[in-house]
């Protein structure tokens, strides 16, 4: 509940703040000739001779996002976009992978339909609202919609629907054609606290029993008790598996079951399914058919781009002043 709140807070007090401080030097200078600028590349903000870098605030911004929990901070999450944005748009000309406009015009439409449902059911709510409170019905028009939901302009809109599209092209493009050309099997495995427990698991699997019986009443790993243990389709170095389990993953046989396998979470038996070899085509040849498939979700994209890193294609590197350093470190 607290991290929920301070979610809802936090982004008013930034605006509340940057607000004031613009209420207050514009306040000093109504009888001052405008401040001159002279601020440059990574500086924000100066106060008299005082300059705000770029650093300075994302230490800050970090420094606030410490009292949030780890999957709830935003300077981090931007950062890794940008840089998974970046991974995308470099695969994507190693591989010869463009869009043509007809391509990008036609996802620009699928995309529009789903913004237009969304206007229509916001008007809905409006006119309830206006009902409630026994006011003149009257429906809001698309520019006061982009405007008060989103903070948007038409032009702004049209912008991030053309950027919007090319990015869920190259996406299926990239990401479909990764999936296809590497291999990939099916896992399944359960989590237990100790090693004796997973190997009386593992006796009584090779004896006949139920794997997905046996991850519902003994794995302590949620998402594996829920479904029985089926983990679903991976491929090396997709994150989906941990570091010491993938290791052993890719070593078994069809059906095959490891030995207790320790990870820092727990024991864990992981057991291999069937798979399908890499397809070998050329991108050229599969092009159209990638195109065909749905977008690409959170998931997908994050093994993607676990897999690209973990390949060593790109050197990467990361100075975020607040987590990796001060921002007076080199």
Not at 32 to 40: G, I, S, Y
Not at 185 to 191: H, K
Not at 221 to 249: K, M, P, Y
Not at 254 to 264: A, L
């Amino acid at each position: 509940m607290r991290n929920m709140l301070l979610c809802r807070l936090l982004p008013a007090l930034i605006i509340a703040m940057a607000a004031g401080a613009a209420g207050f030097v514009a306040g000093a200078q109504d009888t001052a000739k405008p401040a001159e600028k002279t601020l440059k590349v990574n500086e924000v903000a100066r106060v008299g001779q005082s300059v705000i870098t770029a650093e300075d605030f994302i230490e800050r911004l970090l420094e606030v996002e410490r009292i949030l929990y780890a999957d709830r901070r935003n300077g981090g999450m931007v950062i890794d976009d940008l840089v998974a944005e970046r991974m995308l748009e470099l695969e994507a000309e190693r591989i010869g992978i463009t869009v043509k406009p007809r391509e990008t015009g036609d996802e620009e439409e699928e995309l529009d339909k789903l913004w237009q449902g969304e206007f229509q059911r916001w008007n809905e709510e409006v006119l309830a609202d206006q009902r409630k409170r026994g006011a003149k019905e009257q429906k809001k028009t698309w520019l006061e919609f982009l405007r008060d939901r989103f903070g948007m302009t038409d032009a702004d809109y049209k912008r991030w629907l053309n950027t919007t599209a090319k990015r869920n092209l190259k996406l299926r493009l990239v990401v479909n054609y990764w999936e296809d050309s590497n291999e990939r099997a099916e896992a399944w495995g359960l989590r237990v606290e100790s090693k004796e427990l997973a190997t009386q698991l593992r006796q009584r699997f090779v004896q006949g029993e139920s794997f997905t019986n046996l991850a519902r009443d003994h794995s302590n790993e949620s998402r594996t008790r829920e479904v029985g243990g089926r983990i679903g389709n991976v491929w090396r170095n997709d994150g989906r598996l941990d570091t010491e389990v993938e290791a052993v993953f890719w070593k078994l046989k069809k059906d095959g079951i490891s030995e207790p396998v320790e990870t820092p979470h727990g024991w864990w038996l992981v057991v291999r399914k069937e798979g399908r070899l890499a397809n070998e085509a050329p991108f050229w040849d599969l092009r159209e058919e990638l195109l065909k498939r749905p977008n690409v979700d959170q998931n997908r994209f994050q093994a993607w781009r676990n897999a690209v890193a973990a390949s060593g294609r790109y050197a990467y590197e990361r100075r975020m002043p607040g987590w990796d350093c001060a921002a007076n470190q080199p």
